[in-house]
Every structure is written in C-alpha cells, then in structure tokens.
C-alpha cells in the first residue's frame, strides 16, 4: 500500500514545496514555478487541500510584535494516564491561548507544551493560576527559552 506521500506525483511535491515556502503565491506564480499551467495549477491546489495536505493558511506573527517574545516550554506529568484524565487534560489544554503546542510524550514525563506569553511575571501567574491546576498534572518542569535558533514549520517533501 503506497503512503500519502507516495501517492504524489512531482508536480503536486513541487506545489507543496512552495506553498510552504509562500502560502500567499498567486495561482499564476504557482504555475510560473512548478511549470503548469494556471487552471491545472489551480486544479492541483484544489485537489490538494481537499485531500488533507494543505490543511490550513495562516500568518507567522513575529511574537515580540504582538509582546509575546516570553517563550517556554513545560514537561507535564500526570497523576494517571486513564483515559478520562488525558481526555480532561486534553480538553482543557486546548481552550488556554498561550499554549501554542501540546504533545503527548512516551517516557518520563507524560505531556511536553510549548508556551508564549509576555515576560517571565507572567508565565508565572500563567503557570501557578492555570497550568499547575491543569486537570490530573502531578509535576511540572519549565524550560524557558534563551535563545530561539531555528523556528520552521516547512516540511520535506521528497
């Protein structure tokens, strides 16, 4: 059985290799690039999104603009792994706004977060008002960022 990735040909890679890289392209820079033309670039595109691999578009806000430059990231571990407990966690780590990204880990500690927020005064409030009385957290670990050195979401598409 082939993989989503095998399933496509070069032009669709290509397509996704540079939507990544400018999701604002026109569809006539599009063809421009990947050597198509318009409609079957727009065609392709379409397909592409409907299919689930481009799920979304947005914008990369430069998160000092925004007083956001304060970034964390935060071990969690649980009480216990039932599945009402993750479901709870799960839950309410989605509806907190400074949590850009939650990943559930395999060894050690249970939940790895990924936190922005203004400055260190407020991660603490942030950390000692809602993420310590998140539900099922045991432990928290912090690990604030010095320095960000590389920041991508583009994947490889070969």
Do not use: W
């Not at 400018?22 to 727009?42: D, P």
């Amino acid at each position: 059985m082939k993989t989503l990735l095998e399933k496509l040909d070069q032009q669709d890679r290509r397509i996704l290799t540079h939507m990544q890289k400018n999701g604002r392209m026109t569809t006539t820079e599009l063809a421009e690039h990947v050597h198509v033309s318009t409609s079957a670039a727009q065609k392709r595109l379409r397909k592409l999104e409907r299919e689930g691999y481009i799920t979304d578009y947005r914008a990369h806000i430069a998160p000092k603009s925004v007083d956001q430059a304060y970034l964390v990231y935060i071990q969690i571990k649980l009480a216990d792994t039932q599945r009402s407990t993750l479901d709870k966690f799960n839950e309410a780590v989605r509806a907190i706004p400074q949590i850009l990204a939650c990943d559930m880990l395999t060894a050690g500690f249970d939940y790895l977060l990924k936190v922005r927020c203004r400055d260190m005064h407020a991660f603490t409030e942030l950390h000692g008002d809602v993420l310590s009385s998140l539900p099922g957290v045991q432990q928290t670990l912090s690990f604030p960022v010095m320095k960000e050195v590389k920041d991508t979401t583009a994947l490889i598409i070969e």
